[in-house]
Structures are given as C-alpha cells and as structure tokens.
C-alpha cells in the first residue's frame, strides 16, 4: 500500500505558500510507515520544532489501474475519507532553500493521519464541505469545489506514473490556514458534520 499526496490544489492554500501556481499536478509520495494509529497519541517527533496540519479528503482506490482515462476514473474509488499530511514545517523550508526534496519534511514515520471513510454514493462529490478543528475551534476548512483538479482528474494524473493498487490512498490537497500543532491540542477532522477522526497531540 502506498500512498500519494496532491500539493497546491486549493488557490487559497497556494497564496499562503508562495504563490506560484503550478501547470500541472503537483504529486508526492509517502510510505506505509507515514500512517499514525489515531487510537494512540501523536508526539511530535524530535526533529521538528514546528509541525503543522493540513487536512485533507482522503481516495481510498478499489481495483489495480494504470494508465486510467480520467472518463473512467471513477470506477477506481468508492470511498472517501480524511486525513492530515502532517508537514514539519521548518525543516520543509530549509530544504526548499537549498533546492532539496521534502521527504524529511513530508513522509516521515506518522506523517499520515487517515480517519474513517464513507462511500462516495452518499455524497455530493463536487460539494463535500470538511473542516479540521484544533481545541474545539475550527482551524481550516474547505469544500471539493475548491480544488484546481477533482478527483477524477487526480486518479487519472496519478495512473500516469504509478501503478495504482487496491487499498492505495490518494490525499487531495489541503485548504487555506495550515498551522502549528502544540502539545495538549485535540485535533477533530470533520466530514460535513461526521467526525472522521479525534486524537490528542503529546510533546
């Protein structure tokens, strides 16, 4: 099982960023050992003294693809779910300085926050409202009527270069107003007003 995330697919999240809108899908990948068992605390890791939250709908692939029409690109998934890409934020910006890849930043082990998901059929695909809050309080919010590219074109895009397999996971990007997680935050994603997730962050 592998894991492939979407960057720069919400404009607000991209102005936040630095604003340079890019031409095609941006893709990035995570490896099994990124997911975290939200049954247990999180602690932040040792090597980052600012990590951040990015929330994200969440494709969980059912059938083994490649090279997929993105007219056919539905038939790939049938249930969504929600996730944070945890991003270690000042190391992410040092390797940008020196031109460096994001591994360290973006897919170290329990980067990947993966909540419950539910079967597309219930939903409106091109309006699914979701929010993440932090202590109560809602810290970032969108909707899939946001994205630069819906999930149709992402599948498509993905197939290209990866051989897609059952039980894969596709995040889609995140809204505006990522942000620093502390010690003794509660952090609550939600799916239009299903809770898809709840743990305690630790120091």
Known sequence: MKIICV????ID??????GKHPESIVLFMKPDTAIHN????????????N?????ELVLKINQNGKFISEKFAHKYYDEIGLGIDFTARDIQSSLKKDGLSWEKAKSFDGSAIIGDFIQKS???????????????QTVQQGSSNQMLWNFDQIVSECSKYFTLRKGDLIFTGTPAN????????????FLGDKKMFSFAIKG
Not at 7 to 10: A, E, F, I
Not at 38 to 49: D, H, M, N, V
Not at 122 to 128: E, F, M, Q, R
């Open 13 to 18: 999240h991209i102005k936040e960023f630095d």
């Open 122 to 136: 219930t939903l409106d695909l091109t309006n699914i409202s979701f929010r993440l809050e932090k202590n109560g």
């Open 178 to 189: 990522v942000g620093q997680v502390l010690a003794n935050d509660i952090l609550e994603g």
């Open 38 to 49: 939200t049954e247990l605390p999180y602690y932040i890791p040792e090597f980052t003294s």
């Open 7 to 10: 960057g720069k697919n919400y």
């Open 51 to 55: 990590l951040h939250h990015e929330v």
